[in-house]
């Protein structure tokens, strides 16, 4: 059986991406296929965005996806907006196996998002603070400090790489191409993967709501990282998206890796009934922190769960979930 992976990268972005993932992902596969987004790759030392139109990169994704018509299966992974391209691709793909989604891109923008980090750091060392394992706490330390340096990295990258071309004209037809992927959304039938990072600096959690929601797919999986942004697949330590994802790429259920005690991690596999549509199996693999009158704890549930509303119950507990639990009106 003869495999290939397609790899759409995002808005302002470029092949490199995925510089990071490509030595675990080559292996699983006959060919990979990078898909350059028309005019973001670097020619003559810049970006050539005056060939970058809606129009433009449909017609490039249509042509990749006629190239991939004679492979057996094909996976697909995007990014940002790459993971509204990936959806278009897969609803015009009879060979489709999987879909793998990093932050996608259907909602936004995010407000207060250096708000919401600094909370999350400001528990995340409240916690730290509270053990009495010092080797654990320091260990803690460690993961935030490589998580502000990738935020940091971010930034950075936002600043000189993206906010000088966030142009009006590349903007619209951003969201030309993202209207035009929306409507795709519940045409995925096969098995799904969403991954966010909480501390995202663009979109909001509804953004992956809306394609888990949405989707035809009996079989869905969503990834929530709590101390990972927008960058989720090349800044920062990228471990535990790679593992879960391989996992996911191989067929196999990334619920069943056992996150380090460090992770901030919630892990989802909703199963949807053969006989109705309105019967969804939810799987959680959750890690909270807790810290009380009692000191800091921490907690891994594996649970299972049947709805026959549909998942709309489910759906509700991804808003109100929180990685770390404080009281901080205890002593």
């Known amino acids: 059986m003869r495999t290939a992976l397609l790899l759409i990268h995002g808005f302002l972005t470029c092949t490199d991406d995925w ?8 292996p699983l596969y006959d060919e990979v296929v990078l898909f ?6 670097c020619a003559d030392g810049k970006p050539h965005y005056k060939d970058f139109t809606s129009d433009s990169a449909y017609a490039a994704i249509d042509e990749t996806i006629n190239s991939l018509s004679g492979y057996d299966c094909v996976d697909i992974v995007g990014h940002s907006m790459g993971g509204g391209m990936a959806v278009y691709a897969a ?9 793998l989604l990093f932050a996608p891109a259907f909602r936004y923008p995010r407000p207060g998002t250096f708000t919401r980090q600094g909370a999350q750091f400001r528990d995340y060392r409240a916690f730290a603070a509270g053990l ?5 706490a320091h260990k803690l330390e460690q993961k935030e400090d490589v998580a502000r ?3 940091s990295a971010s930034v950075d990258l936002f600043f000189k790489r993206l906010l000088p071309h966030w142009s009006l004209r590349n903007l619209i037809n951003f969201m030309r191409i993202m209207a035009k992927a929306r409507q795709k959304i519940k045409e995925i039938k096969c098995p799904l993967c ?9 979109l909001p959690l509804s953004s992956a709501k809306e394609v888990l929601e949405n989707s035809d797919s009996r ?17 920062g330590d990228c471990s535990d998206v790679i593992a879960d994802s391989v996992m996911f790429l191989r067929g196999e259920n990334p619920l069943s890796r056992t996150p380090e005690k460090t992770e901030l991690r919630a892990a989802y596999r909703l199963i949807r009934g053969e006989a109705t549509d309105k019967i969804v199996t939810a799987n959680f693999d959750e890690q909270t922190f807790n810290l009380g009158k009692n000191g800091s704890s921490v907690r891994h549930r594996r649970v299972t769960e049947t709805y026959s509303d549909g998942g709309a119950k489910f759906f509700g507990h991804l808003e109100k979930f929180a990685f770390i639990k404080i009281n901080r009106k205890q002593p």
């Not at 510089?19 to 080559?26: G, M």
């Not at 609803?91 to 879909?99: G, K």
């Not at 079989?219 to 942004?229: A, M, N, Q, S, T």
């Open 19 to 26: 510089d990071v993932l490509l030595p675990h992902y080559s």
């Open 36 to 41: 350059k987004q028309p005019g973001h790759e």
């Open 132 to 136: 009495d394992d010092k080797e654990f």
């Open 219 to 235: 079989e869905k999986y969503f990834i929530r990282y709590g101390l990972k942004g927008h960058a989720l697949t090349y800044l």
């Open 149 to 151: 340096k990738a935020l």
């Open 91 to 99: 609803s015009r793909m009879s060979n489709v196996r999987r879909v």
């Open 194 to 202: 969403i991954m966010y990072g909480e501390l995202d600096e663009f």
